[in-house]
């Protein structure tokens, strides 16, 4: 498939996810930004699912010597990455719309700009070291000690899953059609990494196993 057709197939799936949450209702406090909330919840349920298969894909591919579990699990590793690192900003965002002014103390703010910075960091390790089946294993360690930090982060100002908790009968579904698109354009993000030419894409595939 070819990169470009690729990369329009993702800016689709986004275009498209923004169309749904400005169809989405308002509500009573926030009247329409609430949209911008329902977009930035399915961005974020975007990448969490991305990083999941990346760390299961990198468990499987370490210990099965799977390279093409190892390559999506560094693909999807950076896309959710990258997915992640343009949900702070949003989060800066939602902050101001939600609560008039930013509260960086929020757990559900601190714990995941450390993370990204984190992520970033073993990124680069595992991209200079070049070892695919290291790489699938930090992905693995990463991805769960994010999901255990976030499982035990206290609520100050942020509310527990408002949008599945919501009594208006239509919001969980345009919420559920929020995720599909954004975890499907993140994963049409990482199909294009591993698109990317052979010489930038080399330390992603397993060296060939010697016949016996």
Not at 2 to 30: C, H, M, N
Request: aromatic content about 14%.
């Amino acid at each position: 498939m070819k990169p470009l057709f690729i990369v329009l197939r993702t800016i689709a799936l986004i275009l498209l996810a923004v169309l749904v949450a400005t169809l989405a209702p308002p509500e009573r406090t926030l009247g329409s930004s609430a949209r911008l909330i329902y977009f930035h919840g399915g961005w974020v349920w975007a990448a969490l699912l991305s990083f999941a298969y990346s760390g299961a894909a990198g468990l499987y591919g370490f210990f099965r010597h799977k390279s093409n579990f190892l390559t999506w699990s560094v693909a999807l590793q950076r896309s959710a990455l990258l997915f992640w690192l343009l949900f702070l900003p949003m989060s800066l965002w939602v902050m101001q719309v939600s609560w008039n002014g930013l509260f960086l103390a929020e757990p559900r703010f601190r714990i995941p700009l450390n993370f990204a910075i984190i992520g970033l960091v073993f990124q680069i390790a595992t991209t200079l070291i070049a070892n695919p089946r290291i790489s699938g294993m930090v992905n693995f360690f990463f991805v769960a000690a994010l999901f255990v930090a976030l499982r035990g982060a206290d609520y100050i100002l942020h509310p527990q899953m408002p949008m599945l908790n919501s009594q208006a009968g239509s919001l969980p579904v345009i919420f559920l059609a929020l995720v599909i698109l954004l975890t499907a354009a993140c994963w049409s993000l990482a199909d294009w990494l591993t698109n990317l030419p052979q010489t930038a894409w080399r330390n992603l595939s397993l060296p060939p196993q010697p016949k016996a």
